[in-house]
């Protein structure tokens, strides 16, 4: 059983997307729905919902207001919203789901099943915690990347990472100061996420970080400030170079 709580100003949004969980989403589930975020805060007082899909552009308290009033409730959280690149960067470094309006009924089912499969994840909160802190910086570059991993959730700032490696559907981040870690995420994933800091694909394998980039030798290896050696791809040798002269 998923309890859902559908918060969003349009009725006709809210409806719709009623609709399609019933009609789409093969789980049992008990729907309730808000047209604000002070009445989803009322009904929460005897309706606890595992999932809440929530607006973000809302008069007068907005998604993140919402998540910032509802801090002490326990549910995974879904973003509905129109196209905000600040809005959706700051929700995808924090590790959370979003689905863009109108919602698409493939979209909407893989982001229940993920749902699903994160239900018993007690770092959750935390995730929420760490978009709220995120969307609090001025600057995107401040925000901190939320990793989870079968050991917990753990949040580290870009500089913090010095090169990520592809391992099929995985990828493993090697750190400057903590030990490396595997998360279940494709490279290509945060070679979007984390292009804007400083990062860059040099091979199918292998997303590094420019600070710590010490020389290229001649072979066309790539020398990491701790000695690992990494292999540039001849097909991005051009772009990788003429980027790192840049830094």
């Given at each position: 059983m998923i309890k859902i709580l559908i918060v969003d100003d349009e009725a006709a949004a809210g409806n719709i997307l009623k609709v399609l969980i019933e009609k789409h989403i093969a789980v049992k589930t008990e729907i309730r729905y808000c047209n604000t975020a002070k009445d989803a805060l009322e009904l929460m007082k005897t309706f606890s919902p595992t999932l809440v899909m929530l607006d973000i552009e809302m008069p007068n308290m907005n998604g993140f207001d919402f998540l910032n009033m509802a801090s002490d409730s326990?549910?995974?959280?879904?973003?509905?919203?129109?196209?905000?690149?600040?809005?959706?960067?700051?929700?995808?470094?924090?590790?959370?789901?979003?689905?863009?309006?109108?919602?698409?009924?493939?979209?909407?089912?893989?982001?229940?099943?993920?749902?699903?499969?994160?239900?018993?994840?007690?770092?959750?909160?935390?995730?929420?915690?760490?978009?709220?802190?995120?969307?609090?910086?001025?600057?995107?570059?401040?925000?901190?990347?939320?990793?989870?991993?079968?050991?917990?959730?753990?949040f580290y700032e870009p500089l913090d990472i010095l090169y990520c490696e592809g391992e099929n559907n995985y990828t493993r981040f090697t750190f400057t100061k903590h030990k490396p870690m595997i998360v279940s995420k494709t490279l290509g994933e945060y070679e979007e996420l984390l292009a804007e800091h400083g990062f860059i694909r040099i091979h199918k394998s292998y997303l590094v970080n420019t600070k710590y980039v010490a020389k290229i030798d001649r072979e066309g290896l790539v020398q990491m400030s701790d000695g690992k050696q990494l292999a540039i791809s001849k097909r991005r040798k051009e772009i990788v170079m003429n980027t790192l002269k840049q830094h």
């Open positions: 326990h549910f995974d959280v879904i973003f509905i919203t129109a196209y905000d690149q600040y809005a959706i960067k700051a929700i995808r470094f924090s590790a959370l789901d979003y689905l863009l309006k109108p919602v698409d009924i493939l979209e909407l089912q893989n982001a229940v099943n993920r749902h699903i499969i994160k239900q018993q994840n007690l770092g959750q909160q935390l995730l929420v915690s760490n978009l709220i802190a995120n969307l609090q910086q001025k600057d995107p570059h401040n925000f901190k990347l939320a990793l989870s991993t079968t050991e917990g959730v753990f």
